[in-house]
């Protein structure tokens, strides 16, 4: 059957409508009051790319902000997923008792992330937190490290809120793993195929494209995180755990600078963008093998 | 049938009809309020809406937004200036927006007569207004001093609370060789309780109480806010929980309602709390005195009232009565009485914790009155304390560069 298109056009036109109203107008708006000095108070003056030049060289807080957040999607992108697609690989094989470990696997991933700080705040707190209670148990002598907040410790211990929660990553890679045909893991095991060889050159290279869409989750889950960090230590101490989204979040509703906060904006959507084609061009995403 | 039909249908549509003429009568205001659950001026709030509602209810319908958090109101009353479509009206609880507002915010000025004027103190109204113009009607005053567990001060050998910082400094060395913690600390949520200690140490002199006056301060690099500085990096290191580097005041208040510490600063709204028996022991309010700040510093100023959004004349005038109301005098002794906030009137309740008094009664004896940090300083300064204080804490900045971070944020406004 033919559809005309005037009837494709009719169909999709809302949907345009909508996605413009909602998305591209917006953006729009974003992309052109970056070139602004946009604050509280009336104060809106074209400034070319002077927004975009102090941010690069002038803004340490900005420094900071990108390279945490770097650093996170970097970590997120590597660690995470192969975390995730092991133990996806293990419950693939069906060990017993592995539907209920998926199960549990995956709370962390569905209760909200407020609900989540509040647990590692409390996992964590100095005085009556539970790693601290355990560590003081061992050894005997009362120990107040303040996780969240000492210097030497406060990145790794944000890093730590969503590093090992891999629940989305194991369900994605399990249900690729599931969905490699057994003809071909029969053929490999005929051809004396060991569990390691059938890993590698058989399971990983044919779920390829399954692991892009979850590095592509996890890379850019780490480029809006915002929550966990403004409910843990805001960014602190000083600036050691700050990202693009909490500073741009001060920037709009603390310094009312909206024009800089715009600028932020575009250089996250950038990021975001960047990170997609890369890791499209990495796992070869537009060719299918299965 | 037909005509039973009709009939009922001509009577309902009359009945929507004078329902909607009814309606047009009833003007229509905003209020956002964070005023609500935990807020310990939550039931002072639902008690005066529900006697507004008696009152003016046939010609006023009060929408009331409810706003969990107080930081969560000031960022949504920013973000609808942004979009100049601020609330008919709204109270921040003293936190300052009328500088960056001040351009939106209706000119009350009209609307206060000498009965309304006398319902606050002139350093109130001084503090609502700009340019001349009276921005924010008043209600409560601001008083702070500092809460001390005399059982704990007996035990250290400590007679009186310290009259100088000297002797403060003194005194927690005792209360630390009697084995309590000497002070709750904070750093989130701006370090209220720390940073209320940072102003009074500040205010101690009369060029430093000038300071403590001055709105929105750009230079922090001064010798008096620097030693303050010096002093809470010492506290933090010597004095306080190990939980006060990243707490916030509800932590610096449960370890004074368990005694584990035996100072906290604060204002007189936090006594009901010594006599509510879910939070501490029964007969804890009786072991909790107050003083001023060493140097006879009392925190004793006018605070930002109720604020008026409204563009529309009719809604103007609702957000007016509505405003009075909320910031009469009768209002003001029931918050006295209900929370133990300050009236910004010159009025007094016998219906009241005794602390509460006895916190006001301070102020008469005050060498130093200064205003509190959140009122007069810039909103990003007050969120950059919170970033900065871990690090002073911690020693990983000095109490130089912890002025110079203020200042540089303060400079970008």
């Known amino acids: 059957m033919k559809i005309s298109k005037w009837k494709i056009a009719a169909f999709l036109t809302p949907c345009i409508l909508l996605f413009s109203l909602v998305f591209v107008i917006p953006m729009l708006i974003i992309i052109v009051t970056s070139f602004f000095d946009w604050k509280a108070g009336g104060i809106f003056n074209f400034v070319g790319l002077n927004n975009y030049i102090n941010a690069f060289t002038a803004d340490k807080r900005m420094h900071q902000a990108i390279i945490n957040t770097l650093i996170w999607v970097a970590l997120q992108a590597t660690i995470h997923v192969s975390l995730g697609t092991l133990i996806a690989y293990l419950l693939s094989m069906k060990v017993k008792g592995w539907k209920v470990f998926r199960t549990i696997y995956m709370i962390p991933n569905v209760i909200s992330s407020s609900v989540l700080a509040v647990i590692l705040v409390n996992v964590f707190r100095a005085k009556g937190g539970l790693v601290n209670g355990i560590i003081t148990k061992i050894t005997g002598t009362t120990f107040t490290k303040n996780w969240f907040f000492d210097s030497d410790s406060a990145f790794i211990t944000v890093t730590l809120t969503w590093l090992i929660y891999t629940g989305l990553i194991v369900i994605i890679a399990l249900a690729g793993f599931m969905s490699v045909p057994e003809e071909i893991i029969d053929a490999a095991r005929i051809d004396g195929a060991s569990d390691a060889k059938l890993l590698f050159r058989i399971k990983l290279p044919l779920i390829r494209t399954v692991l892009g869409t979850c590095v592509i989750l996890a890379a850019t889950s780490k480029l809006t995180e915002f929550e966990l960090i403004y409910l843990t230590t805001g960014g602190g101490p000083g600036d050691m755990t700050i990202n693009l989204p909490l500073y741009l979040y001060k920037t709009s509703m603390i310094d009312n600078n909206y024009g800089y906060a715009s600028m932020m904006s575009v250089v996250l959507v950038l990021f975001g963008v960047i990170c997609v084609f890369l890791i499209h061009r990495i796992f070869r995403m537009n060719e299918a093998d299965i | ?413």
């Open chain 2, 1 to 413: 049938m037909k005509k039973a039909l009709l009939f009922v249908l001509c009577f309902v549509m009359a009945l929507g009809a004078f329902a909607a003429v009814q309606a047009q009568d009833v003007v229509e205001i905003n209020v956002p309020t964070m005023r609500i659950g935990i807020n310990s001026s939550a039931e002072w709030f639902a008690e005066r809406s529900a006697a507004f509602n008696a009152e003016y209810g046939d010609r006023i319908k009060v929408n009331i937004e409810e706003i969990a958090g107080d930081q969560n109101l000031v960022d949504k009353i920013k973000v609808l200036y942004s979009a100049n479509s601020l609330p008919s009206a709204f109270d921040l609880g003293g936190y300052n927006v009328i500088d960056m507002m001040k351009d939106q915010l209706v000119d009350l000025t009209p609307y206060i007569d000498e009965e309304t004027r006398a319902n606050a103190s002139d350093i109130c109204w001084e503090v609502n207004t700009r340019d001349g113009k009276i921005l924010g009607m008043p209600f409560t005053r601001q008083v702070i001093g500092y809460f001390y567990n005399k059982e704990h001060f007996a035990a250290a050998g400590i007679e009186k609370p310290a009259e100088t910082w000297e002797e403060f400094f003194e005194d927690c060395e005792k209360l630390k060789a009697a084995g309590f913690t000497p002070l709750s600390m904070d750093t989130a949520d701006s370090g209220w309780v720390t940073s209320l200690m940072l102003g009074a140490m500040i205010g101690g002199t009369d060029e430093g109480e000038v300071w403590m006056n001055t709105a929105l301060p750009t230079d922090y690099n001064t010798e008096a806010f620097i030693d303050a500085a010096t002093k809470i990096q010492y506290m933090f290191q010597n004095y306080t929980t190990p939980d006060a580097i990243g707490g916030a005041y509800e932590h610096a208040a449960a370890n004074f309602f368990i005694e584990e510490t035996s100072m906290i600063a604060n204002g007189p709204w936090m006594v009901s709390d010594f006599y509510d028996t879910t939070m501490v022991d029964e007969d804890f309010a009786d072991k909790i005195g107050v003083a001023m700040y060493p140097g006879a510093v009392m925190y004793n100023s006018g605070k930002i009232g109720w604020q008026v959004g409204a563009k529309d004349p009719k809604e103007l005038e609702a957000a007016i009565t509505y405003v009075k109301f909320m910031t009469s005098v009768e209002s003001q002794l029931k918050m006295l009485e209900m929370t133990g906030d300050t009236p910004a009137a010159d009025v007094a309740s016998d219906n009241v914790y005794p602390l509460v008094n006895e916190t006001t009664a301070l102020t008469e004896n005050a060498k130093h009155s200064i205003n509190d940090f959140q009122s007069l300083w810039y909103a990003n300064v007050v969120d950059e304390i919170s970033v900065q204080y871990p690090l002073l804490a911690q020693g990983t900045i000095t109490p130089e560069e912890f002025a110079q971070a203020l200042t540089d944020t303060a400079q970008k406004n």
